[in-house]
C-alpha cells in the first residue's frame, strides 16, 4: 500500500504516493478525508452527515454520506474503514498528515516563558518545524451548507496559527540572543503575516531596526501599525511602543548590533582548548585560504578532532554569509543515511518531487556556509558526495573528521597527534608545562570536586 499523503497548511493536496489525488467527486469528498486525518479516530455516520449536510435532514445526509464514501472506494479503499454505523481511516494505514508533523515538531520547543532561549539544537528544529507551516490550514478551501466543518476548520486554523505565531515568537527572541538580528527580523515579519495586529512583533522589529542603524525603518514600522490599529480597532499603539517612537524620533539609537553567524545544529562542550592552540591556529590559517575547499582532520579515536574541529569551525563560520552547520555522522551507516542528515541539519525535507540527493545538493548550490561532518569514516564512500557538494556548491566549505583521508583530489589533510609529553626521565619541575600532564592535572581535580560533591 503506497503512503497517503495529505498536505494541508497553505492550501489542500492530497497524494496517493507520488501521485496527486484528482477526480473527486466534490470538495465534501475532500473535506471527509481531512477531517478523518485529522481526527484520527472513527466517526459516526449521523455526526459526519451533520457536519457536511447541515442544510438536509438527518436522513438525507446519511444517504448523502453513503454516495460519497462510494466514490471514495475506488482510490481510497486500502485507506477507509466503515460499517453501517461508523467511518474513519485505518490506524495501520501508511498516512502522512503534514499538521500532525508540524505539532510533532514543535513538542517540547516551545517553554511556558516565550522569552528563554533554545541552544542550539533546539534553535535549528524549530526553525525546521516552521517551514512546515506554509500558510493557515486549508486555505482558500470553502464548501457549502457545511457550518458545522467550517467552524471546525476555522477553530483549527486560528489554533494552528496560535502555534505557528508562538514558534516565530520562541525562535525571533532566541535569534535576538545569539546576535542574529535579520533572522530575528525576518521571523518578527512572518509573524504579521499571520497576524499584523499583534504587538510584539512590532516592538521587536522596531528594537532590531534601530538597533542595526535603521532608525527610520523602525519609525516606518511604527507609523504602519498606527495606522492599521486606527483603521481595524480605532485604538492607539501600547505605550511601549509610542514610548520608543518617541525616543527613536528625539535622535535616541541603541548601541549597533552586528550580525553573527553560526555554527548551527553543534553540540555545547565545556572546557577548554588546552594544548591545541597551535593546532587551532594552523587549521583556521589552511581554512582562510581562498584555494582550501575541503580540509580533513585526521587522527586516531578520542584524540580530540571534534573538539579542535568545533572550536575552529565555530569561528570560521562568521567568514560565511550562511554561517555554518555541524553534522556527526557517528550514527550513519551508508550514504542514505549520510544524505537524510545532511538535509535534516539544512532543515530540507523530501518533497516527492525529486530525490533528497538532488534537493540537497540544488539547496548548496546557492549557499555561502561552512559545513563541518564528524566521524565521516562511519560512512563507506562518504568522499563521493562531499566531492559532489564542492562541485555543486561553489561557496561550500567543508570541514571533516575522520579516522583516515578521503583520498579527494581537493582535499587537504590536517594530521593530529598526541598531546606532548615529557621524556620519562625528566624531573616533576620540568614536567608541569607539558599539556598533556596540564590536562591530566585538570581532568583530575575535575574528578576530585564531582567525587566531593557526591560524598
Known amino acids: 500500500m503506497q503512503e497517503l499523503r495529505i498536505n494541508t497548511l497553505g492550501g489542500l493536496q492530497i497524494q496517493v504516493g507520488e501521485q496527486a489525488l484528482v477526480g473527486l467527486a466534490s470538495r465534501k469528498a475532500e473535506a471527509l478525508i481531512v477531517y478523518l486525518a485529522c481526527g484520527g479516530q472513527v466517526f459516526q455516520r449521523e455526526w459526519l452527515a451533520e457536519l457536511l449536510w447541515d442544510d438536509l435532514s438527518s436522513e438525507r445526509g446519511r444517504a448523502n454520506l453513503s454516495v460519497l464514501l462510494s466514490s471514495l472506494r475506488p482510490a481510497l479503499g486500502p485507506y477507509l474503514q466503515s460499517n453501517r454505523l461508523a467511518v474513519g481511516l485505518r490506524p495501520d494505514a501508511e498516512i502522512r498528515l503534514d499538521v500532525r508533523f508540524f505539532e510533532q515538531a514543535l513538542s517540547g520547543l516551545l517553554p511556558a516563558s516565550g522569552e528563554a532561549r533554545l541552544d542550539t539544537g533546539g534553535t535549528e528544529q524549530l526553525a525546521a518545524a516552521l517551514r512546515f507551516y506554509r500558510g493557515d490550514f486549508l486555505q482558500g478551501f470553502a464548501i457549502s451548507n457545511s457550518r458545522g466543518f467550517e467552524d471546525w476548520m476555522r477553530g483549527e486554523q486560528e489554533r494552528l496559527r496560535r502555534l505557528a505565531i508562538n514558534g516565530r515568537r520562541q525562535l525571533a527572541r532566541t535569534y535576538q540572543l545569539l546576535g542574529q538580528p535579520a ?96 593546532e587551532a591556529a594552523q587549521l583556521t590559517t589552511m581554512l582562510r585560504d581562498p584555494a582550501c575547499r575541503l580540509v580533513t582532520l585526521i587522527g586516531p579515536g578520542g584524540i580530540g578532532k571534534t573538539r579542535l574541529a568545533l572550536h575552529v569551525a565555530q569561528q570560521q563560520a562568521a567568514a560565511h554569509r550562511g554561517g555554518g552547520f555541524f553534522l556527526d555522522l557517528a550514527g550513519a551507516a551508508d550514504q542514505t543515511a549520510l544524505i537524510s542528515s545532511l538535509a535534516a541539519t539544512l532543515g530540507l525535507r523530501a518533497d516527492g518531487r525529486a530525490e533528497l540527493r538532488n534537493q540537497v545538493l540544488n539547496y548548496l548550490h546557492e549557499q555561502d556556509l561552512l559545513l563541518l561532518c564528524d566521524n565521516l569514516e562511519h560512512v563507506p564512500q562518504a568522499g563521493t558526495l562531499l566531492a559532489e557538494i564542492l562541485a555543486h556548491g561553489p561557496q561550500v566549505q567543508l570541514l571533516a573528521t575522520s579516522r583516515r583521508p578521503l583520498n579527494l583530489h581537493a582535499e587537504w589533510i590536517f594530521p593530529l597527534t598526541g598531546l606532548a609529553c615529557p621524556p620519562a626521565e625528566s624531573p616533576p619541575q620540568e614536567s608541569a608545562g607539558y599539556e598533556a600532564l596540564q590536562l591530566f592535572a585538570r581532568l583530575a581535580a575535575r574528578r576530585r570536586r564531582l567525587q566531593a560533591g557526591c560524598a
Open 183 to 278: 533572522a530575528a527580523i525576518e521571523q518578527a515579519e512572518l509573524a504579521l503575516r499571520h497576524d499584523p495586529l499583534q504587538e510584539w512583533p512590532h516592538l521587536l522589529l522596531m528594537e532590531l531596526l534601530a538597533a542595526i542603524g535603521r532608525r527610520a525603518a523602525a519609525l516606518d514600522a511604527y507609523d504602519r501599525y498606527r495606522r492599521t490599529l486606527a483603521e481595524e480597532l480605532g485604538i492607539e499603539p501600547a505605550d511601549t511602543l509610542q514610548t520608543l517612537a518617541a525616543r527613536l524620533r528625539s535622535g535616541f539609537s541603541p548601541a549597533p548590533v552586528a550580525e553573527k553567524p553560526v555554527l548551527r545544529a553543534a553540540p555545547l562542550l565545556g572546557g577548554s582548548l588546552l594544548g591545541r592552540e597551535h
